[in-house]
């Protein structure tokens, strides 16, 4: 396997820190709004970097993060140190508070995150659950020499890590411009660069929504109250869930500079050891030639694409054409294409089962090889799907083909072999009612198959048996 690491700004032969496992972490969602499909683009690159290990037989552990406190909106313009939290603007927007807020994107999320047909992370944690973690690692750098305190904040002083820009390859002096040009400005800090760790309860923060006592103190505030900063919440949970060192650490592009730089320094900083041993980064979808943009309305979610008749696993389908170090530009033609493309796949699989009798042979040796080099070629999903449709033109037979392609969608996750004629729309417990009654047609087990069509008649959908097919309709 050879993954392009930032780090190096080449592609590296992928060493794991132990042998057939990998750890990796993914930076996840601010769970304040529903999440676009770009965000959602970012999670399905990082499910097809895990499923492109575990077809290697690497046993892989993913953490991604819910990120529900301390993020805020200065860091659009690159300075995360400025501006309002995220949750507590979104607190206000729906007049609830902001865990309520948390919970219902967190949920929407998730179920975005299924209907794309990824993986579950191993561990999920949510930010607010880990504050103690975090207070642990910035009292770590505060006794180190890293860190100080002013009164409005706790800062990790940047000229303290000699190798602070090694990810970005900056100069300091650039460093410094991404840094931003907040509204807020603390006279106590003693760089531009410096960053928060952990703000009180002060000054533009002293309404803050979320906040949590410290062992920290300033003389503005009782018990060192505020709420950590947002680069901690990786360091801190990284550290907890894959140890001080990892294979791989992933992210969208816009990390590099600010949020991943600061993660690197905290952690390395408080462990003396490497953080991750690759740096991975997602390069970003836009939309019609642009930026995606709310106030355009062009983030689009998921529910935006279903309503108007696509399904997650067409999106899927699309965002497999490109290579995820490669930008992506999303219309909706492009979209109908990656449609008609995917259906035209699972017709030829219906194709394929009748023809083969729905036997599944045996796994083509020759084009397995083809596809495990593409995916080894630093997660090369458009052309591995490229041997997908070179499987199906193929002359190897029928059976055959039906096992490569189901064998390779362990990787491109398009449910191939779930897929049934009937599927689209229809509620999954009808899906799994027709399962079971075509398993009782090919045992010729009549009376269980009539059985379970009177109970999907009772769900109110009709089963009509067209050339060996079930075929379904709401009555
Ligand atoms: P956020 O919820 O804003 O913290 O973003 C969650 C993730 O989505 C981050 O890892 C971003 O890098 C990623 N992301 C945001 N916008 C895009 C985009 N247009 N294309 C791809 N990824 C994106
Ligand atoms: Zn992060």
Redesign the pocket.
């Known amino acids: 396997m050879k993954l392009y690491n930032t780090l190096t700004k080449q592609k590296e032969e992928f060493v794991p820190i132990q042998p057939n496992k990998v750890s990796m972490y993914?930076?996840?969602?601010?769970v304040?709004?529903t999440?676009?499909i770009?965000?959602m683009?970012?999670?399905v690159m990082a499910d097809l970097i895990k499923r492109s290990f575990h077809y290697l037989n690497y046993d892989v552990t993913l953490v991604r993060n819910y990120?529900d406190v301390g993020?805020l909106t200065g860091d659009n313009e690159g300075d995360a140190d400025t501006g309002e939290d995220r949750m507590a603007k979104a607190a206000q927007r729906e007049s609830v508070d902001p865990m309520t807020i948390a919970k219902k994107y967190t949920d929407i999320y998730e179920s975005d995150r299924e209907s794309l047909n990824t993986l579950k992370p191993e561990h999920c944690p949510a930010a607010t659950n880990h504050i103690q973690e975090m207070v642990d690692m910035v009292q770590i750098l505060i006794d180190k020499g890293f860190a100080y305190s002013t009164d409005l904040a706790i800062y990790f002083d940047v000229t303290k890590k000699s190798d602070y820009t090694k990810l970005s390859g900056q100069d300091i002096a650039e460093q410094i411009s991404d840094a931003g040009h907040g509204s807020v400005s603390d006279p106590g800090k003693r760089n531009p660069q410096d960053f928060s760790l952990w703000f009180f309860k002060v000054g533009s923060h002293s309404n803050a929504l979320q906040t949590w006592e410290s062992p920290f103190t300033s003389p503005l505030v009782k018990h060192g109250e505020g709420f950590p900063g947002w680069h901690i919440e990786c360091s801190a949970m990284s550290q907890k869930y894959l140890g001080d060192s990892f294979d791989i650490h992933m992210?969208?592009?816009?990390?590099i500079p600010i949020h991943h730089t600061n993660e690197i320094a905290q952690s390395e900083s408080a462990t003396g050891k490497t953080m991750s041993t690759y740096w991975v980064h997602?390069?970003?979808?836009?939309v019609n030639g642009g930026?995606?943009s709310k106030s355009e309305g062009t983030s689009y979610t998921i529910s935006d694409l279903e309503e108007k008749g696509f399904s997650a696993l067409d999106l899927r389908y699309f965002f497999l054409q490109a290579h995820y170090r490669s930008k992506q530009n999303f219309t909706w033609e492009s979209l109908t294409a990656s449609q008609t493309a995917l259906n035209k796949i699972y017709k030829e699989i219906i194709q394929l089962r009748n023809t083969s009798e729905n036997t599944i042979g045996k796994i083509n040796a020759e084009l397995k090889e083809v596809f495990i080099e593409k995916i080894s070629d630093d997660i090369n999903l458009p052309q591995a799907l490229a041997v997908l449709h070179k499987v199906l033109k193929s002359d190897i037979c029928d059976s055959d083909k039906l096992a490569t392609i189901y064998d390779f969608d362990h990787v491109l996750g398009l449910k191939l072999s779930e897929y049934t004629e009937t599927k689209i729309n229809i509620p999954d417990e009808i899906i799994k009612l027709l399962k079971f009654r075509a398993e009782a047609r090919n045992n010729k087990d009549w009376e269980t198959s009539d059985q379970i069509r009177d109970e999907i008649i009772g769900l109110g959908y009709q089963v009509l048996d067209v050339d060996g097919e079930q075929k379904i309709k709401p009555m």
């Open positions: 993914h930076c996840g969602p601010t304040y709004w999440q676009h770009g965000n683009r970012a999670v990120t993020h992210g969208g592009i816009e990390h997602n390069e970003h979808l836009s930026k995606m």
